[in-house]
């Protein structure tokens, strides 16, 4: 299949990578260069245009870093320029309120589009292992459904349009409180002079069991290996899940839904970013 892949960064530079190994052919456009160069080399068309990179193709791809510029590359380059008929896939994390809004543009223009978020970091961009939640019609899941294998090891139909984007904030505001509980609680364990490892032992074995804990253990030397194990750097970064939570808290304030754990989770992140923006969210345990 014919694909033009919008937004080569992080993220977008492997899973265009991944569609190539796959078979299909993909029209690339960044505004970096160094993006283009890299998407050359990984075998992309490049081009200096989003217009012109949508000409003739079957699929749109983008991953974006946010609503506004999603927005703005669907209605002024994308949407009218494509060819009718193709379909849309918009990866990135964005408010739910504009990715029902860009879907409803192009449904009204003849496209089918999904909004298809991700889980997985920069590892499962490039290792072709992302999982994608997707909101859309069972029309579009359907025609979405092929190009999202090839860059991933799990697709979930979650609903209809802004399914996808409910889902993952829904998801990392449930991370973000089990990861200060977790942390919280380890360290409150090791003041009260048990060792942390005997914590995670029967913690992790006992209804204090979650994946924060298990998978994911934010103290160095102590359960699972985990960016704690390498000063917190790489993993999910700190300034990532702000944003995803600065998504959640204004979904939760559009439908009036409460969320005191999840507001204090943004706050603690909040602050947390300020000084460490680029550190593993688990790094969150450095600051009890
Ligand atoms: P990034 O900043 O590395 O990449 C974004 C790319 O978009 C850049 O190359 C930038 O030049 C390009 N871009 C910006 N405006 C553009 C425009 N108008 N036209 C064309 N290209 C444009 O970001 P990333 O880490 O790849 O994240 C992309 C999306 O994936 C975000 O929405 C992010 O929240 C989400 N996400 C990231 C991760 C992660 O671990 N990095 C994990 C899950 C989801």
Redesign the pocket.
């Known amino acids: 299949m014919k694909i033009a892949f ?8 492997g899973m265009a990578a991944n569609l190539v190994k796959a078979g299909h052919e993909v029209n690339a ?4 260069e ?2 283009l160069e890299a998407a050359k080399h990984n075998g992309c068309a490049t081009f200096t245009d ?1 217009a012109e990179a949508v000409q003739g193709v079957e699929g749109v791809v ?5 609503g506004a ?2 927005k ?2 669907y209605e002024g ?1 994308v949407i009218g320029k494509a060819p009718a008929g193709a379909v849309l896939l918009d ?4 408010d739910v309120a504009t990715a029902k809004d860009v879907i409803a543009t192009a449904e009204a223009a003849g496209y089918d589009m999904v909004d298809a ?6 590892a ?2 490039n290792g072709g292992t ?1 999982t994608f939640m997707v909101g859309g019609t069972e029309k579009a899941f359907g025609r979405a459904e092929d190009v999202l294998q090839a860059m991933g090891k799990a697709v979930i139909h979650a609903g209809d349009a802004g399914a996808g984007q409910t889902a ?1 904030i829904c998801n990392n505001m449930l991370l973000a409180i089990s990861m200060i509980g977790t942390a919280e609680a380890m360290k409150m364990a090791e003041k009260l002079g048990l060792d942390p490892q005997k914590f995670y032992e029967i913690s992790s074995q006992s209804s204090g069991y979650c994946w924060s804990l298990n998978a994911y253990t934010p103290l160095p030397g102590v359960g699972v290996e985990s960016p704690a194990d390498n000063d917190y750097k790489g993993g ?2 700190t300034a ?1 899940m702000l ?2 939570l600065r998504l959640a808290m204004d979904a939760a304030q559009d439908v009036d839904a409460t969320t005191v754990l999840g507001a204090k989770a943004a706050e603690i992140y909040e602050k947390l970013a300020e000084e460490h923006g680029a550190l593993d969210f688990s790094s969150v345990i450095k600051t009890l």
């Open positions: 919008i937004g080569l960064g992080n993220m977008g530079g456009f960044d505004l970096s160094e993006a989003a983008t991953m974006l870093p946010n510029i999603v703005s590359v380059s990866c990135s994390t964005i978020p991700v889980s997985g970091g920069i499962a961009a992302l993952k999910f970064a990532l944003k995803d």
